[in-house]
C-alpha cells in the first residue's frame, strides 16, 4: 500500500492493514533465539561431548552462554568436547562466548576442543587474538586509586590550574600594556568587528530584560511601600538597586552568557584544528592576537551596555508606577533626579568595567585550555559562563567592601 | 647529479636572461636545519631519544615511520610548538626557542607550515588567509599584498576562489590554499605534515607535483612528514625512519635506499606487510 493512502486510512481511524503473511511468520528475532539448542553427547569417561545446534546470534547469545555454562558445570571434572556440526550461523558473540568458555575449562585444568568447526566460524575466529593474554573487566570503571593519592592529585591539578591561570592572565596584561603603549600596532578591525558582535547585537536582549526587572522590582516593592503610602518611594528604590546592582550584574550575566560562552567555544574550536599552532608557526603570540582585542571589545562595551540597562530599569519602573500606582510620570521622574547621584551610575559603570574584562580573561582562558575534540569544547563553554560568573559575583562582593571602606556608600 | 655552482657568481647565463644555480643538494652543504640529539615526548612518556639529523638548504625531506613512532612529535619539536626533554634544533644556525617569545620571530619567519588540517582560519576567506602573514610581518601597501595573494592561489591552482570560505572547499583545495598561506612570506624552509593524508591518489599526486615544481622553481627546503609510499618515492631526496619500539632512527638515506633495505622493520614498511612477515 502507498505510503499517501496508508496515512489515510489512519487518520479515518481505521487500523493498518497488515499483511496475513506478517502475521503468520515470526520475526526473524524470535526465529533466531528458538533454533539454539545443546545436547550431550556421548563422550569418553573423561570427556565432555556438547553438540550446539541452531544459531548463536547477539540476540540470543546470553541464552546460549547461561545453557553453555550450565552443562560444563554440570561436569567439572571432565574434558569438553564442544561439536559445531549443526551450527548454520554464528556471530562474534559466539566467539566471546567460545573464549569465556575456554577461560572457565581452564580454570579448572580442563581441556576445551572444538570439532567440526565451519568456515565462518574458522574466519571469526582467526580475527580474534585466542592466544593473547585475556583482559578481563575491560569495560570496569578503572579502579580508585587510594585517597590519599587522590588529595595528592587534586593539588597538583590546582597547583597546575592556578599557575597556567596566572601565566596566561599575566601575559594578557604585559600584551595589553604593549598595544596601548603603541596602540598604532593594534589591529583594530578585529576590535570593531567584536564590539559590533558583543555590544550593539547585545542591545536588544539587555534592553528588554533591564526594562523587564526594573518593572518587576517596582512591582513587587509596590506591594510593601503601599502599606505606608509610600508609593512614591518605588522611584527611589528602582532606581538606585538598577544602577548600583541590577544593572552591572544583569548585564554581566548576559555578557558572559553570549560573548564570554562564544569566546571560549571560538577558540577552543581553534585549538582543536590547529589554527592556534598555526598562529605561532606563523610568530603571532595568540594571546595577543586573540586575547587583547576581545578583553579590549568588552572592556568597551560593557559599561555602556550597563548604561542602557539603567535606563530601560528605570523607565521598567516608570511604566509600572504609571500604569498601576497613583504615581504620574513627572512626579517619577522628578525623584529618580532628587535620589539618583552620578556617583551611583558611576560606581555601577566602574564595577561593570572590572566585569567586561574578567568575562573576557575568563572566557579566552577557557578556550586555551582546549584539549581534544567537540567535548572538551563544550566543556570549555560552560565552564567559561560558570566561572564568569563566579568571579562577577565575587568581584561584586569586593566592590561593596570596597565602596563601605572607602565611605563612598 | 646537479652541477655545484661555479665562482662566486650564482647565476648561469640561458637564452634570453640568467636563472639562478640551483643549491647543490649533497652532505657537504651547511645544515639549513640541524637536530640535535633531540629527546621528547608527553608528560612522563618519552616519545623520541637521541634524535639527531641535518637537512641541506633546497633537500626535500623525509621523516618516516609507522603511525605512534613520534613524527608529529618530532615536527612540533622542530618547529618549536613542544619543549624537547633534551637537545636542540637549529634552523639556519638559529636554535628554535619558545615560539611565542619574541625571540623566535626571527626564526619562524623563515619557515612555512603546512599542517595534516590545513588549519586554515575558518572565519576568513582564502584571500584573507593567504594575507595574514603579509599584514602581520610587513609593511606592505594593500594593494601589494593582494597582487601578492592572486599569485601565491594563482601558483597552486586557485584563482578564482579568493573570496570563499575554507568550509566550502573540498579537502584537496584546503590543503593547496593552506599551501598558498605557508608560502606566502616566500620561506627558506616548508613543513609538512602528513601533506596526503585523507586525500584521494589523484589529488595526492597532484600535491606531490606541485611540492616538486615549488622546490625546483624557488629551491625552497622541504621537510615531510609522512607515511605515504607514493609520496615518499616521487618527492624525496633523502629520508629518515623512526620506530616506536627504539624511539629513534632506525634508517636514513635516499628513497631507494630504504626500500632495499635489509632492516625488516624497514622492509615491512616499504612492502606494505604486517610487521610479522617482512621476510
Not at chain 1, 132 to 146: D, H, K, Q, V, Y
Not at chain 1, 293 to 302: D, G, I, M, N, S
Not at chain 2, 76 to 85: A, C, I
Not at chain 2, 240 to 248: F, N, V, Y
Request: charged share 20%; aromatic share 6%; net charge negative.
Amino acid at each position: 500500500m502507498p505510503f499517501l493512502e496508508w496515512i489515510r486510512e489512519r487518520l479515518r481511524g481505521g487500523s493498518p492493514p497488515v499483511s496475513t503473511e506478517e502475521t503468520a511468520t515470526p520475526s526473524p528475532a524470535e526465529d533466531l533465539i528458538s533454533t539454539f539448542s545443546v545436547d550431550v553427547g556421548h563422550g569418553s569417561f573423561d570427556e565432555l561431548h556438547l553438540n550446539v545446534t541452531g544459531s548463536i546470534h547477539m540476540a540470543n547469545a546470553e541464552k546460549a552462554r547461561k545453557e553453555l555454562l550450565a552443562a560444563i558445570d554440570a561436569e567439572p571434572l571432565k574434558n569438553v568436547v564442544l561439536d559445531l556440526t549443526g551450527v548454520d550461523y554464528f556471530d562474534s558473540s559466539g566467539v566471546a562466548i567460545l573464549l569465556e568458555l575456554r577461560r572457565e575449562c581452564s580454570r579448572r585444568g580442563n581441556l576445551l576442543n572444538l570439532v567440526n568447526v565451519g568456515d565462518r566460524v574458522q574466519g571469526l575466529m582467526s580475527l580474534a587474538d585466542l592466544e593473547g593474554p585475556s583482559r578481563e573487566a575491560i569495560l570496569e570503571p578503572r579502579p580508585l586509586p587510594n585517597l590519599l593519592v587522590q588529595i595528592g592529585d587534586g593539588v597538583l591539578k590546582v597547583h597546575a590550574t592556578a599557575r597556567d591561570s596566572v601565566t596566561f592572565i599575566g601575559a594578557v596584561i604585559t600584551g595589553l600594556w604593549r598595544d596601548l603603549q603603541r596602540p598604532g600596532r593594534l589591529k583594530w578591525d578585529p576590535v570593531w568587528k567584536l564590539i559590533e558582535r558583543s555590544g550593539s547585537d547585545a542591545v536588544p536582549i539587555v534592553s528588554l530584560l533591564s526594562f523587564l526587572m526594573g518593572a518587576i522590582l517596582a512591582y513587587q516593592s509596590a506591594n510593601q511601600l503601599r502599606k505606608f503610602g509610600a508609593t512614591l518611594f518605588v522611584a527611589d528604590l528602582v532606581s538606585i538597586s538598577i544602577c548600583l546592582e541590577m544593572g552591572p550584574l544583569l548585564t554581566a550575566l548576559i555578557v558572559a552568557g553570549r560573548s564570554g560562552a562564544s569566546y571560549a567555544a571560538h577558540i577552543g574550536t581553534m585549538q582543536v584544528t590547529e589554527e592556534i599552532d598555526a598562529l605561532k608557526v606563523m610568530a603571532m603570540d595568540p594571546v595577543r592576537y586573540l586575547v587583547s582585542p576581545r578583553v579590549l571589545a568588552l572592556a568597551v562595551v560593557t559599561p555602556f551596555l550597563t548604561l542602557f540597562a539603567d535606563m530601560l530599569g528605570i523607565i521598567g519602573g516608570l511604566a509600572v508606577a504609571v500604569l498601576s500606582l497613583d504615581v504620574t510620570s513627572t512626579q517619577y521622574i522628578n525623584q529618580v533626579a532628587k535620589v539618583l547621584e552620578v556617583d551611583d551610575i558611576l560606581k555601577g559603570l566602574c564595577k561593570s568595567l572590572a566585569f567586561g574584562i574578567e568575562i573576557a580573561i575568563v572566557g579566552c582562558l577557557r578556550g586555551f585550555q582546549v584539549r581534544g575534540g567537540a567535548e572538551s569544547v563544550g566543556a570549555a563553554t560552560t565552564s567559561a559562563v560558570v566561572t564568569s560568573i563566579f568571579v562577577i559575583v565575587i568581584t561584586d562582593a569586593v566592590f561593596a567592601v570596597l565602596f563601605h571602606y572607602f565611605r563612598l556608600v | 647529479m646537479e652541477a655545484r655552482p661555479r665562482g662566486w657568481f650564482p647565476f648561469r647565463a640561458v637564452a634570453g636572461g640568467m636563472v639562478r644555480e640551483q643549491t647543490p643538494r649533497t652532505s657537504w652543504s651547511v645544515p639549513l636545519v640541524s637536530v640535535r640529539n633531540v629527546a621528547a615526548g608527553y608528560g612522563d612518556e618519552t616519545i623520541i631519544d637521541g634524535v639527531s639529523f641535518d637537512v641541506a638548504p633546497g633537500e626535500i625531506f623525509a621523516i618516516l615511520g609507522r603511525s605512534g613512532c613520534g613524527k608529529t612529535t618530532l615536527f612540533k619539536v622542530m618547529m618549536g610548538l613542544l619543549e624537547p626533554y633534551a637537545g636542540e634544533v637549529l634552523i639556519d644556525g638559529e636554535p628554535v626557542v619558545d615560539v611565542v617569545g619574541e625571540a623566535a620571530e626571527g626564526v619562524l619567519r623563515k619557515i612555512g607550515v603546512l599542517f595534516q588540517s590545513g588549519a586554515l582560519f575558518t572565519s576568513m576567506t582564502l584571500a584573507e588567509n593567504v594575507a595574514f602573514p603579509l599584514r602581520n610581518h610587513t609593511d606592505l601597501s594593500e594593494a601589494t599584498i593582494g597582487s601578492l595573494v592572486r599569485l601565491k592561489l594563482s601558483e597552486v591552482g586557485l584563482a578564482g576562489r579568493e573570496g570563499s570560505l575554507p568550509a566550502e572547499l573540498s579537502g584537496g583545495m584546503r590543503k593547496r590554499a593552506a599551501l598558498a598561506r605557508a608560502m606566502a612570506l616566500d620561506p627558506k624552509i616548508l613543513f609538512f605534515d602528513e601533506p596526503s593524508a585523507g586525500l584521494d591518489p589523484v589529488t595526492s599526486a597532484e600535491l606531490d607535483e606541485m611540492i616538486l615544481q615549488i622546490n625546483r622553481s624557488l629551491n625552497t627546503t622541504m621537510v615531510i612528514v609522512t607515511h605515504e609510499l607514493p609520496s615518499i618515492l616521487a618527492v624525496a631526496n633523502r629520508a629518515i625512519m623512526l620506530d616506536r619500539e627504539e624511539k629513534k632512527i632506525i634508517a636514513q638515506g635516499t628513497p631507494g635506499d630504504l626500500a632495499s633495505s635489509e632492516d625488516p622493520r624497514v622492509k615491512s614498511f616499504f612492502h606494505r606487510r604486517p610487521s610479522g612477515e617482512a621476510t
